[in-house]
């Protein structure tokens, strides 16, 4: 029996930059984390905090990185330009001494023409009847 291994979208790089991560929580109160980048690509990146709040799966967060990290090689251009739109889409194992995730994989949200590498005006969109 042969297990399906899924394959990656973007090629990762081992960046470790700071940033943050912004969200609502179930009551609409806005919530702030810090994260350390530890995987960065095109798709997403995989984070770890040390935050005692636990962020749920599918959340959406937007991430910014702090200054200084827009410099560097093996950055996405959304990671540099500000923040980005993303979903939590896998949680860590829980650390035993706060009980919440050691790290989220994010996936960045984004327009799929811009990875197609289309564009696509807007002005006169044909319509379907």
């Known amino acids: 029996m042969k297990l399906f291994k899924p394959t990656r979208t973007a090629e990762r790089h081992p960046v470790a930059l700071s940033a943050r991560l912004t969200w609502k929580d179930p009551s609409g109160a806005v919530r702030f984390a810090s994260v350390i980048t530890r995987d960065v690509s095109e798709a997403g990146v995989w984070v770890e905090t040390d935050g005692p709040a636990a962020i749920p799966l599918y959340r959406l967060v937007h991430m910014q990185l702090e200054r200084g990290g827009r410099e560097l090689a093996g950055v996405p251009d959304r990671l540099r330009d500000g923040r980005v739109l993303s979903a939590v889409w896998r949680i860590g194992p829980c650390k ?31 319509v379907a009847s």
């Open 96 to 126: 035993r001494s706060t009980g919440t995730p050691e790290g989220y994989a994010l996936r960045f949200l984004v327009d799929p023409r811009d990875n197609a590498g289309e564009r696509i005006s807007h002005e006169r969109m044909p």
